[in-house]
């Protein structure tokens, strides 16, 4: 009897601390899923967004919203689109959320307003030691639809009538509605037709057929061609890099390498007018693809900067010294727009800028500024964009993640000491926290 009465005190004992461990277990699987916290991220269609959408998929409590419902939704953490109208900025939760666009990016990313931005910030400045002068060719802002002759446009009419043009649209990327032109004089004879009829032309009428301009260049830049450009067995080419806005409270920004574009024609001079030449003269991506033998030759087309330094070596006797001096250049360039427009900034806590940037380099190993990008291709359809593109896209997005991290916050405290940040391949050109900007300090 009294065995029996200890074996139902045992059981009972050992049921207890069975419902114990049980309430335990639960207590702890409800603490855990308290403080797994979700993140809702979209990724607008279009130029490779799977690319994004893997990358931030692995990661632990984050969750992708559907493409087509949530397009105007706002309950995300993170969207990355290719354009601000994807965007809603004033339904942005600054401080909450984070977007890879600011508001007016297009003061270095629009080919006329990234003049205006750098020749604003000069003549308030006097003396420079470094300015766009010594990196940017000679350009002219055109607008047909104002009958009022400017005083750049004035200017480009005294221009010499030797030189040869490029005419570029003002929004357009991707090479679209690029023209060449050597005829300087009859450039300049349709321009001023054009300008006595300006409020045809605001109407998109009265262009000359087979004319120079076209309803795409009513606004337009006008620049001076770089005729005597570096050519890599004897093709042109251009370097493709990258910018990072990281943050703009407190502007932080960053400078990588990307890879060379080779056009798949090799260069000369002849015919430069004519549209089935323009694949020797225009290096972008989206031109070179249309070439009938991209496909055969695409890998020639993309080259990493490891196969142009070693080219420069073995081909030009150009010394390591020298190609550190070029890249030191091209950051230079950026930090001196970056210090033009720091103060133009429309500055949110969470909004970012991933810039595509083309470099171009003539015979004399000047370095040339040609233009800056949002929404840079991320398309992987080489060898060396597959290696290079995507170590691009993941640290942009484990820096502006974790930067934005509330534990991390204040973003200046993290920044002070940037050293213990992980960079990976990019580097710093300015810093708004510790004064900081590549040009100011190298001066």
């Known amino acids: 009897m009294q065995q029996t009465q200890r074996g139902r005190k045992m059981k009972k004992s050992q049921s207890s601390k069975k419902i114990r461990a049980q309430t335990e277990d639960i207590k702890k699987k409800s603490l855990n899923k308290k403080t797994v916290c979700v993140r809702q991220f979209y990724v607008g269609p279009g130029n490779n967004g799977k690319l994004i959408a893997n990358y931030l998929s692995q990661l632990q409590g984050w969750k992708q919203l559907d493409q087509e419902i949530s397009k105007t939704n706002n309950d995300f953490y993170l969207k990355w689109v290719q354009t601000n109208s994807e965007i809603q900025f004033q339904l942005f939760k600054e401080g909450q959320q984070i977007i890879n666009h600011l508001p007016n990016h297009?003061?270095?990313?629009?080919?006329?307003?990234?003049?205006?931005?750098?020749?604003?910030?000069?003549?308030?400045?006097?003396?420079?030691?470094?300015?766009?002068?010594?990196?940017?060719?000679?350009?002219?802002?055109?607008?047909?639809?104002?009958?009022?002759?400017?005083?750049?446009?004035?200017?480009?009419?005294?221009?010499?009538?030797?030189?040869?043009?490029?005419?570029?649209?003002?929004?357009?990327?991707c090479g679209r509605g690029i023209k060449l032109c050597s005829n300087a004089k009859k450039l300049k004879q349709e321009f001023l037709k054009l300008k006595q009829i300006s409020n045809q032309i605001k109407a998109q009428k009265g262009f000359l057929q087979n004319g120079i301009f076209t309803p795409n260049l009513r606004k337009c830049i006008v620049q001076r061609y770089i005729e005597n450009p570096l050519l890599l067995e004897g093709r042109k080419f251009d370097i493709r890099c990258y910018v990072l806005i990281a943050t703009t409270r407190p502007l932080?920004?960053?400078?990588?390498?990307?890879?060379?574009?080779?056009?798949?024609?090799?260069?000369?001079?002849?015919?430069?007018?004519?549209?089935?030449?323009?694949?020797?003269?225009?290096?972008?991506?989206?031109?070179?693809?249309?070439?009938?033998?991209?496909?055969?030759?695409?890998?020639?087309?993309?080259?990493?900067?490891?196969?142009?330094?070693?080219?420069?070596?073995?081909?030009?006797?150009?010394?390591?010294?020298?190609?550190?001096?070029?890249?030191?250049?091209?950051?230079?360039?950026?930090?001196?727009?970056?210090?033009?427009?720091?103060?133009?900034?429309?500055?949110?806590?969470?909004?970012?800028?991933?810039?595509?940037?083309?470099?171009?380099?003539?015979?004399?190993?000047?370095?040339?500024?040609?233009?800056?990008?949002?929404?840079?291709?991320?398309f992987l359809d080489t060898t060396t964009q597959?290696?290079?593109?995507?170590?691009?896209?993941?640290?942009?997005?484990?820096?502006?993640?974790?930067?934005?991290?509330?534990?991390?916050?204040?973003?200046?405290?993290?920044?002070?000491?940037?050293?213990?940040?992980?960079?990976?391949?990019?580097?710093v050109i300015h810093n708004e926290v510790t004064n900081y900007n590549l040009v100011t300090q190298l001066n």
Not at 129 to 156: A, G, K, N, V
Not at 393 to 409: A, F, G, P, S
């Open 252 to 378: 932080f920004v960053l400078f990588q390498h990307g890879y060379l574009r080779l056009s798949v024609d090799k260069y000369n001079v002849e015919d430069m007018d004519d549209e089935k030449n323009r694949y020797k003269h225009l290096t972008n991506a989206a031109i070179q693809k249309k070439h009938p033998s991209f496909n055969q030759s695409k890998e020639s087309t993309i080259w990493s900067m490891q196969q142009f330094e070693q080219y420069l070596k073995d081909k030009k006797n150009v010394t390591q010294e020298r190609i550190e001096l070029i890249y030191l250049q091209m950051k230079k360039i950026f930090a001196h727009i970056i210090r033009c427009s720091s103060d133009k900034f429309e500055k949110r806590l969470g909004t970012f800028e991933l810039m595509g940037c083309d470099i171009m380099i003539d015979t004399n190993l000047k370095v040339y500024l040609i233009e800056m990008n949002t929404n840079p291709a991320l």
């Open 386 to 427: 597959a290696a290079v593109i995507p170590p691009v896209i993941h640290q942009t997005l484990d820096l502006v993640i974790y930067l934005n991290e509330e534990r991390n916050k204040p973003i200046e405290k993290n920044l002070q000491n940037q050293s213990k940040l992980k960079l990976g391949n990019w580097e």
């Open 106 to 173: 297009m003061i270095l990313t629009s080919k006329q307003l990234i003049i205006q931005t750098m020749k604003e910030y000069e003549r308030s400045k006097q003396q420079l030691q470094f300015s766009s002068s010594h990196f940017f060719p000679e350009t002219y802002r055109i607008d047909l639809t104002s009958e009022q002759l400017s005083l750049e446009e004035d200017q480009f009419l005294k221009t010499d009538n030797s030189a040869v043009w490029i005419i570029k649209p003002t929004y357009f990327n």
